[in-house]
């Protein structure tokens, strides 16, 4: 490697200028000259290029002797970050984002017996008599979220669980029969996302919709809640469901460069 001319860059502004290099590269500017990198960062033409023939030799950008472009290799870089966050951390960015696109309370839960964890919240105001916090826990089987995750069990998995469990009625409209439950976790199974209308408290409306990881296996479930003066049913599977439907996609994605991110709420 060629070295350092400039004795006063030290290692930590050497590597922030080396950042700054890659950076400026974006989908406006795929492919650059030396001068236009060196016009974009505003570095010196004789450092660019010290930059960019080192980034070169390490593998994270291509050069056919006029042009520089980045290459796959520095995805690298962001797949080891992501690689260290838990499932909460993942998913937040994409919570708030979402939140910020409906309006609306959106949060993501994992199954942990028979009931569902918050995991990752991100409120608009408080649409329910009992504050949901992280680790707020509800039965699964009133919940949008719960259903998701109950849809995704195997066969064994789902007899058990409603043979064991009694629905009580939380709200009037409780799903309270086996029979009626099963029915409605099967139609979930079919189409993938679940909306629930008012049965863990009245005035409470929720769609749904399963996190996978890179295995294909749900690990968690997403949803989008609104009062139900605010958002009538029509209204939540037209308006809500797209964007939630995109944001699961979004954390699934992230998931499948964190393979373990998903095994633990941590």
Avoid at 137 to 142: D, G, H, L, Q
Avoid at 216 to 231: C, E, G, M, Q
Wanted: aromatic share 4%.
């Amino acid at each position: 490697m060629e070295p350092e001319a400039d004795s006063g860059v030290g290692p930590v502004q050497s590597l922030a200028r080396g950042l700054m290099v890659i950076r400026a590269f974006d989908e406006t500017r795929p492919e650059m000259t030396l001068s236009e990198v060196a016009r974009t960062t505003g570095l010196s033409r004789a450092s660019t290029r010290r930059f960019l023939h080192t980034l070169v030799q390490l593998g994270y950008v291509w050069t056919d002797g006029r042009l520089f472009a980045l290459t796959p290799r520095v995805l690298e870089l962001g797949f080891s970050y992501l690689s260290s966050l838990s499932l909460p951390e993942i998913a937040q960015p994409h919570l708030e984002r979402l939140t910020a696109q409906v309006h609306e309370s959106v949060s993501v839960s994992v199954l942990d017996g028979d009931e569902i964890v918050y995991v990752g919240r991100v409120p608009t105001s408080r649409i329910m008599t009992v504050a949901i916090n992280i680790g707020t826990r509800f039965p699964a089987y009133a919940t949008s979220m719960g259903r998701v995750l109950l849809a995704s069990l195997d066969e064994a998995e789902l007899a058990e669980y409603l043979d064991r469990v009694r629905p009580e009625p939380l709200a009037p409209q409780t799903v309270t029969s086996a029979g009626e439950l099963r029915r409605e976790l099967e139609r979930i199974r079919s189409q993938g996302w679940a909306i629930v209308d008012q049965e863990l408290e009245a005035g409470l409306r929720s769609v749904a919709a399963p996190i996978r990881d890179r295995s294909d296996r749900v690990v968690a479930a997403v949803n989008v809640s609104s009062h139900a003066s605010r958002t009538g049913p029509e209204q939540a599977r037209e308006e809500l469901l797209p964007p939630l439907l995109e944001t699961a996609a979004r954390i699934e994605a992230d998931l499948r460069v964190a393979p373990q991110a998903g095994s633990s709420a941590r």
